[in-house]
């Protein structure tokens, strides 16, 4: 009985023989990482994206201020992230070294902290140059997802940020997680959600529908989508060390996902009272 359960039980890939590696370029001294180029890819693809969409009659900024936003968000992409990271999931260990913070190399970002960076670097663009806060985000969510689809695909690279044990087809052996056990490949998983789902849903509503004239409408559509694609994989996804059994009964990516639902759901139902004529920053053409 034992030996015909071994005949059918399935042969797992085991991420080892994939031969990936984390360095996608030696340099000598210098090593560039795939993680490296995944967020400097999302940031220019981001960028050039962008600029087809302010292309649009109606656009929330000008030219000058998606430059400034490059600028404003990798400072907020980076110090957020890491910050979040810091903060949210291990700050007793960071707080016992300091020193530790700044090695941004060895890893540790959060979504959570980068998403509030980026808003604190619109909001300083708004505030400077008196433009819409909630436009301009709905412009820029919908450039979100180039980066994050990029950035899972780089943790799969990495072997990190793997899934619960798991007996389904698919399954992965990651030998960074200390056993042989087969893991959902949590990564791939958030890759499709959060990039290529997100991306199509924010298209079709940017390019088919008038949302883009509703403010807020495509911010809180992002965080709805990223928000309940983030809290279901979350169920698949092996938590931190430590954060696996929250006294809520949530998982921390889950916790911090639950205020992105509730703002996104609040900013899609409210959209449509804050429609008003729309003037352009560049350009003299009004759209209603």
């Given at each position: 009985?034992?030996?015909?359960?071994?005949?059918?039980?399935?042969?797992?890939?085991?991420?080892?023989?994939?031969?990936?590696?984390?360095?996608?370029?030696?340099?000598?001294?210098?090593?560039?990482?795939?993680?490296?180029?995944?967020?400097?890819?999302?940031?220019?693809?981001?960028?050039?994206?962008?600029?087809?969409?302010?292309?649009?009659?109606?656009?929330?900024?000008?030219?000058?201020?998606?430059?400034?936003?490059?600028?404003?968000?990798?400072?907020?992409?980076?110090?957020?992230?890491?910050?979040?990271?810091?903060?949210?999931?291990?700050?007793?260990?960071?707080?016992?070294?300091?020193?530790?913070?700044?090695?941004?190399?060895?890893?540790?970002?959060?979504?959570?902290?980068?998403?509030?960076?980026?808003?604190?670097?619109?909001?300083?663009?708004?505030?400077?140059?008196?433009?819409?806060?909630?436009?301009?985000?709905?412009?820029?969510?919908?450039?979100?997802?180039?980066?994050?689809?990029?950035?899972?695909?780089?943790?799969?690279?990495?072997?990190?940020?793997?899934?619960?044990?798991?007996?389904?087809?698919?399954?992965?052996?990651?030998?960074?997680?200390?056993?042989?056990?087969?893991?959902?490949?949590?990564?791939?998983?958030?890759?499709?959600?959060?990039?290529?789902?997100?991306?199509?849903?924010?298209?079709?509503?940017?390019?088919?529908?008038?949302?883009?004239?509703?403010?807020?409408?495509?911010?809180?559509?992002?965080?709805?989508?990223?928000?309940?694609?983030?809290?279901?994989?979350?169920?698949?996804?092996?938590?931190?060390?430590?954060?696996?059994?929250?006294?809520?009964?949530?998982?921390?990516?889950?916790?911090?996902?639950?205020?992105?639902?509730?703002?996104?759901l609040w900013?899609?139902?409210?959209?449509?009272?804050?429609?008003?004529?729309?003037?352009?920053i560049a350009?003299?053409?009004?759209?209603?």
């Amino acid at each position: 009985m034992n030996q015909s359960a071994a005949a059918i039980e399935p042969a797992y890939l085991n991420f080892a023989d994939l031969g990936l590696s984390p360095i996608a370029l030696a340099l000598g001294p210098i090593d560039i990482r795939w993680y490296s180029l995944a967020y400097i890819a999302g940031i220019f693809l981001g960028y050039w994206y962008l600029l087809r969409l302010i292309a649009q009659p109606g656009a929330p900024m000008a030219r000058r201020h998606a430059d400034d936003m490059i600028f404003y968000g990798m400072l907020g992409i980076i110090l957020g992230g890491r910050l979040g990271y810091v903060l949210f999931y291990r700050p007793a260990e960071y707080f016992a070294n300091p020193g530790e913070i700044l090695k941004l190399w060895d890893g540790g970002m959060s979504l959570h902290g980068g998403v509030v960076g980026v808003l604190v670097a619109i909001w300083l663009i708004c505030r400077q140059h008196k433009l819409n806060f909630l436009r301009f985000c709905d412009y820029i969510a919908c450039c979100i997802p180039f980066g994050l689809g990029l950035g899972r695909l780089a943790n799969f690279v990495n072997g990190e940020l793997w899934g619960r044990p798991t007996d389904v087809p698919w399954a992965i052996i990651f030998p960074q997680s200390g056993t042989l056990e087969p893991r959902h490949p949590s990564q791939l998983y958030e890759a499709g959600l959060e990039g290529v789902v997100l991306f199509a849903v924010l298209w079709f509503l940017f390019w088919r529908t008038d949302a883009r004239y509703k403010p807020g409408f495509l911010f809180g559509t992002a965080a709805l989508v990223y928000g309940a694609s983030r809290f279901l994989v979350e169920l698949v996804r092996q938590p931190d060390n430590g954060l696996e059994n929250l006294p809520w009964g949530l998982t921390m990516g889950q916790t911090l996902t639950v205020p992105m639902l509730i703002i996104g759901l609040w900013l899609v139902l409210t959209a449509q009272r804050r429609r008003v004529r729309v003037e352009p920053i560049a350009g003299t053409s009004s759209v209603a």
